[in-house]
Nanobody
């Protein structure tokens, strides 16, 4: 198993930026795919972005394309989410997730390792 620790959440005004970080420790092969999900109050957890270090490909949900960027740290066991042009509808708890293999990057059930979450609040 691995441990995932997120940081970087907070309160920001609409149009502002935040950068989330997620550091993994433990069995590093499990971090081949690292992703960010979010969950707003009363809603299901939803996919935001994923990074696959085997292919160097990245994936985004449509609502964040052009505003959010997922990237890996030099150690490859860290992942960042740069969030620009934030909107009130981006308000949620953001979770880091990791897995060794996957068929659907957007599916919650495909990820077996989760962080504790970090709150992002965007005020209007």
């Amino acid at each position: 198993q691995i441990q995932l620790v997120e940081s970087g959440g907070g309160l920001v005004q609409a149009g502002g930026s935040l950068r989330l970080s997620c550091a993994a420790s433990g069995r590093t092969f499990i971090t081949y795919i690292m992703a960010w999900f979010r969950q707003a109050p009363g809603k299901e957890r939803e996919f935001v972005a994923a990074s696959d270090r085997r292919s160097s490909m990245t994936y985004y949900t449509d609502s964040v394309k052009g505003r959010f960027t997922i990237s890996r740290g030099n150690a490859k066991n860290t992942v960042y989410l740069q969030m620009n042009s934030l909107k009130p509808e981006d308000t949620a708890v953001y979770y880091c997730a990791a897995t060794a293999s996957i068929s659907d990057y957007t599916a919650v059930a495909e990820y077996h390792n989760w962080g504790q979450g970090t709150q992002v609040t965007v005020s209007s």
